[in-house]
């Protein structure tokens, strides 16, 4: 069910002050002036509240809403929009963002807030609805919208000329979870902890079932992580450290069976309690979450350290509410091992990220990943890629025959070393392969300055709704900066001409 955007009631909105002296400032009051432009001339702004609006109408069923409860909504949508690329761009924290709008007129006007009556800020709890506003496709279809009218319609971006798709340079990259380093027996801890802190909460509520205080639980197990530490300095420690994890496992079954039985009582009378059903099922999937994995973690870690067997990657446990996480060897100094999940980037000469793709399993070969981002590039644009530019794990036999094939230089990096010598004589190759090196700074530029290090969205698909924001944001910001080149160099033609016409 489709529904058509009402027209916005015009409000009256005080004037910015005239701030001077401060040079951050007024880049960032330029950017943001920029961004309010390029959402309302590309239309990216209507397409996101027509894509709010649309999904709003289909959730509510056959009701139809009031006028007012409509342009509420529209409104909310508008405000979702701005306040994720405002919060992106200055990478804070919910709580954090919110008082800054609350003190920031420039921020209040790039979020529409800014009414003469009363200014309402956002709190923490709707930023944090916010940001999930429309799910991860509906995002990453979004993002391809602003590359599609970057290429079809540049002046309605501020641009002179097209997105340039002379040559695509393709990179993968490890986007690492918020997890502390995955060691078998501080997984264990970690149950024990939150399986008891949940448990103490429930019997402040008044649901209790015989067991000792859960502070001496937590006291034993963070004891014997101690012990588990000093273990490995002393001589026999392999045996000292099969004797501590055998009294971590029985400890962490006494606590399996306290938690389960309280998770039982609440989920039977949580009438009983303060708490509403909602606030129940808080603490209900909290404990839920744990029970299911503690299975696998005692098997690793009894697989591990008492059996002394290794482990598959593909079978490991990296973290009790991390799931989704995977172990990446990356071979890197400094960074031989990573835990996240890999992040396939593709760019285009001018730095604009032109496709992206998170993978929640283990990502397939490097090589085997080429073509399929190709194709979405040239799906989105509808245009084909000039060359493609790669490292060498991308290379292989049956992507340079499709590369030729489809009239597409292929500018990928050859793993044979003598290939790659005789390649290097060609001055366009070799260009190329210098530029690539810039890949690596545009994965750290999106990384560390529109993600966050380390990127502390909770769960597999909420970091893939942070990531989709972090690359619109990166490629508005990356476009206002490309139109004010564009437009200084027309500027500079124009005086040139002028002086010649003289």
């Given amino acids: 069910m489709t529904c058509d955007i009402l027209p916005f009631p015009q409000e009256l909105r005080p004037r910015l002050p005239t701030i001077v002296g401060n040079v951050d400032y007024l880049t960032l009051e330029r950017r943001l002036k920029?961004?309010?432009?390029?959402?309302?001339?590309?239309?990216?702004?209507?397409?996101?509240v027509q894509r709010s609006l649309d999904r709003w109408m289909a959730a509510g069923g056959e009701t139809t809403p009031s006028v007012t409860e409509q342009l509420r909504f529209q409104q909310s949508s508008r405000q979702a929009l701005r306040c994720n690329l405002l919060r992106t761009l200055l990478q804070k924290d919910l709580r954090g963002f919110s008082r800054e709008l609350a003190g920031s007129p420039l921020y209040q006007w790039f979020c529409a807030i800014d009414v003469l009556e009363t200014v309402q800020v956002p709190s923490k709890s709707q930023l944090q609805r916010f940001a999930h506003w429309l799910p991860e496709e509906e995002m990453a279809a979004f993002c391809q919208s602003l590359i599609r009218t970057a290429v079809h319609q540049p002046e309605r971006l501020r641009l002179t000329r097209a997105l340039d798709l002379e040559e695509y340079f393709l990179d993968s990259t490890c986007l690492k979870a918020n997890i502390h380093f995955p060691v078998d027996w501080v997984l264990l801890r970690d149950a024990v902890r939150t399986l008891m802190k949940a448990t103490l909460r429930i019997r402040e509520q008044g649901l209790k079932e015989r067991m000792e205080p859960p502070e001496e639980f937590l006291t034993r197990i963070n004891r014997l992580a101690i012990q588990m530490t000093q273990a490995g300095r002393r001589s026999g420690s392999a045996r000292e450290r099969k004797r501590v994890l055998r009294e971590i496992k029985r400890l962490v079954g006494v606590v399996k069976s306290h938690a389960g039985r309280h998770r039982q009582l609440l989920d039977?009378?949580?009438?009983?309690?303060?708490?509403?059903?909602?606030?129940?099922?808080?603490?209900?999937?909290?404990?839920?979450?744990?029970?299911?994995?503690?299975?696998?973690?005692?098997?690793?870690?009894?697989?591990?350290i008492i059996g002394e067997r290794p482990v598959d990657n593909a079978d490991k446990l990296l973290s009790l509410y991390e799931p989704e996480v995977r172990v990446i060897v990356r071979g890197k100094a400094g960074a031989e091992v990573e835990f996240g999940n890999t992040l396939l980037i593709g760019e285009n000469r001018q730095g604009v990220i032109l496709d992206f793709e998170l993978f929640q399993q283990t990502a397939p070969a490097d090589n085997r990943l080429l073509l399929e981002s190709l194709l979405r590039v040239e799906g989105v644009s509808g245009r084909k890629v000039g060359a493609v530019v790669t490292d060498r794990g991308f290379?292989?036999?049956?992507?340079?025959?499709?590369?030729?094939?489809?009239?597409?230089?292929?500018?990928?990096?050859?793993?044979?070393?003598?290939?790659?010598?005789?390649?290097?004589?060609?001055?366009?190759?070799?260009?190329?392969?210098?530029?690539?090196?810039?890949?690596?700074?545009?994965?750290?530029?999106?990384?560390?300055?529109?993600?966050?290090?380390?990127?502390?969205?909770?769960?597999?698909?909420?970091?893939?709704?942070a990531l989709c924001w972090g690359v619109l944001t990166h490629n508005l910001w990356k476009i206002a900066r490309i139109g004010e080149e564009q437009q200084a160099e027309l500027e500079a033609t124009r005086r040139r001409r002028r002086r010649r016409a003289a």
């Fill in 395 to 465: 290379a292989s036999a049956a992507n340079s025959r499709t590369l030729d094939e489809s009239d597409t230089q292929d500018a990928t990096c050859p793993r044979q070393p003598a290939r790659l010598r005789e390649r290097m004589t060609d001055a366009d190759f070799a260009r190329r392969q210098r530029r690539r090196a810039q890949t690596e700074g545009r994965i750290g530029i999106l990384k560390n300055g529109f993600l966050g290090r380390p990127l502390r969205a909770k769960g597999f698909e909420h970091r893939a709704l």
């Fill in 34 to 48: 920029q961004f309010d432009e390029l959402l309302i001339q590309s239309g990216l702004e209507t397409e996101f």
């Fill in 268 to 304: 039977q009378h949580w009438t009983r309690t303060e708490w509403s059903r909602a606030e129940a099922e808080v603490v209900l999937r909290r404990l839920d979450g744990v029970l299911e994995l503690l299975p696998r973690a005692l098997k690793q870690a009894h697989e591990r």
